[in-house]
């Protein structure tokens, strides 16, 4: 017993040594200082011993700087929808060392699947540099094309070609204001708001600078992030569901008259905000390679014209204001009336007629203007139109804006002077001309116009939007009042020329235009027309105002019956969309013949 005692002693001895926690720990620290020492040596052969050759050895494999794309700010409408904005897309990269030997064959996979010159394609793939990683073959590539082309070299046997993120931008609704959005090229913005905000919006690009040894990185070499600084959205003024619309009916009406182009623009009453500005004809931002070169920009700022018979409004209203006349005022309007070199006479044939100055401007009559204007001097009636915004540019925040024509007073001859009253003789803008009569409906206050939400900053520096949008008098609330007041009775039926234009349950106030186009060539007059109409509704308590011109129309037609009914569709639909009730308000009364 003793000696079986003493066995099983030595036995269970032994099995406590060979299966103790403790030995396991101290063979597993004896082994992970073996390690650690391993790698403590090697990094003090790294850090202490020889750093410089290493170094050297890193930087003569090369270092590799990546950009990292910032993301551009959006372009809002005035409810915060995209006009612009941008979506997923890819930057296709190249490593020489893997493409080099295939070269000429990737080259055309990916000069035929990504629509890139073939030759510059060809050097990224050989390496524009020697030693480079890293080469940019294509960037803003639609994140499923570049996924197709990848698959084609992949499919090929081809390696060594990447992609990375790099957003583009998209113009979700097309044409929609395009004209004033502009649109991008590669690398660049090519008009619109895209060029003339592009500091606002570009944000900047930021950097990943690494080294490479044996195509890897190189952990002790260079290696530095500057993030990117994405763009700020810029907010305009521009409605996008009624933009959409006016831009469709000035469509409709371009193709109904065969017509050169056109504009049309809405604008709050109240605050001078432009809700839409339609060029037409227009192009898709997505796709501006595709439309005409003089399609790209816009009209309704750069193309300066004679704006016609709308223009006497602000002849009546400053004669009002002055003094000179008044609505009920009577005239005897001759057939024709001679003057210098050559005689005026209306668009309509008559014999003697009386009329009075409302009457004058309900049927628009070129030589009843002529005699009232009378009453001013050109410096007199030169400073009223200047006060209106003739002759200056609005400053809106679109490239190549065009200030019109308006020859001083003290320059004027009697006889320019006496077309200026009746909208020959000077040019404007169409975003001139409806801040212009905007000002008869605001009470004779004109405010500036705006294309921007509160405030934002051009490339060239000049502050611009609703935040510093100027409110000038330029004629008394009465004159304004009662030039309104005779500007419904052109829409009246029996009375105005332009029944057409009115808008069903609304009392409207407008004024048609027909003027002679300048050619620009010879500086005379082409033989083709500008026919234009300007108004207002509610008249008696304004709400918008909108403006059509239609440039070098096909059909026989003035203002009244092809401008018109395009104004009363652009009008209503504005009207209705922000729920202005139609007023009690009684149509005018005014007198138009004696």
Not at 108 to 118: H, P
Not at 278 to 293: I, R, S, V, Y
Not at 316 to 327: E, M, N, Q, R
Not at 482 to 497: D, I, L, N
């Amino acid at each position: 017993m003793p000696a079986n005692r003493t066995s099983n002693r030595t036995a269970s001895r032994t099995t406590a040594r060979r299966g103790s926690p403790q030995l396991r720990l101290r063979v597993g620290l004896v082994l992970i200082a073996m390690v650690l020492s391993f790698f403590g040596a090697r990094l003090v052969q790294l850090q202490g011993i020889d750093p410089k050759s290493y170094a050297a050895m890193a930087a003569a494999e090369g270092v590799q700087t990546v950009i990292l794309p910032a993301e551009r700010g959006d372009i809002l409408d005035r409810n915060g929808v995209p006009l612009a904005d941008s979506i997923q897309g890819k930057m296709v990269i190249a490593d020489p060392v893997m493409t080099a030997d295939d070269a000429p064959a990737i080259a055309q996979i990916l000069s035929a699947g990504l629509d890139v010159d073939y030759f510059r394609t060809l050097r990224a793939l050989r390496g524009r540099e020697e030693g480079s990683r890293y080469e940019y073959v294509a960037r803003r590539v639609p994140s499923t094309t570049a996924t197709d082309v990848l698959a084609q070299l992949s499919e090929a046997g081809y390696q060594g070609v990447t992609t990375e993120d790099d957003p583009i931008r998209d113009y979700p609704a097309d044409d929609v204001a395009a004209n004033v959005l502009g649109f991008m090229g590669t690398d660049e913005p090519l008009g619109g708001f895209e060029r003339t905000f592009d500091q606002q919006l570009a944000g900047e690009d930021g950097t990943a600078r690494y080294t490479v040894g044996g195509g890897n990185r190189v952990p002790l070499g260079e290696n530095s992030v500057v993030p990117a600084r994405n763009g700020e959205a810029l907010r305009t003024t521009i409605d996008l569901d009624l933009q959409w619309f006016t831009q469709r009916v000035l469509a409709q009406t371009l193709q109904k008259y065969r017509a050169q182009s056109g504009v049309a623009l809405v604008m709050d009453t109240r605050t001078g905000e432009l809700l839409a500005l339609a060029d037409g004809p227009t192009f898709d931002a997505n796709a501006p390679l595709e439309a005409d070169k003089e399609d790209l920009g816009s009209r309704a700022l750069s193309e300066a014209y004679e704006p016609g018979s709308v223009e006497k409004v602000l002849t009546a209203a400053s004669l009002i204001d002055a003094g000179k006349v008044t609505p009920r005022q009577k005239f005897r309007v001759p057939a024709l009336l001679h003057r210098q070199d050559r005689p005026i006479g209306d668009w309509f044939d008559h014999g003697n007629i009386k009329l009075t100055l409302t009457g004058i401007l309900a049927k628009s009559s070129n030589i009843g203007t002529v005699l009232a204007a009378d009453a001013f001097t050109p410096q007199e009636l030169t400073t009223y139109l200047r006060s209106f915004g003739l002759g200056s540019r609005t400053d809106v925040g679109v490239r190549g804006e065009s200030p019109g024509i308006l020859t001083d007073g003290d320059l004027m001859t009697s006889q320019t002077k006496d077309r200026v009253a009746f909208g020959q003789s000077l040019s404007v803008n169409a975003v001139q001309m409806t801040a212009a009569v905007n000002t008869i409906a605001n009470g004779g206050v004109r405010i500036a116009p705006s294309l921007v939400q509160g405030s934002a900053t051009t490339d060239e520096g000049v502050e611009v939007g609703t935040d510093h949008a100027e409110a000038t008098r330029v004629v008394s609330e009465q004159a304004a009042r009662q030039t309104a007041r005779m500007m419904e009775r052109v829409t009246h039926e029996g009375a105005g020329v332009a029944p057409m234009a009115a808008v069903p349950g609304y009392l409207t106030a407008g004024k048609t235009g027909t003027a002679q186009r300048v050619e620009d060539e010879c500086g005379c007059y082409d033989g083709s027309t500008t026919v234009s109409f300007g108004g207002f509704a509610p008249a008696d308590d304004p709400r918008f105002t909108v403006y059509v011109a239609v440039h070098a129309p096909q059909v026989d037609g003035g203002g009244a019956t092809i401008a018109g009914p395009a104004f009363s569709r652009i009008l209503g639909y504005a009207l209705g969309r922000y729920g202005v009730p139609p007023t009690d308000g009684k149509p005018s009364r005014l007198p138009v013949e004696w």
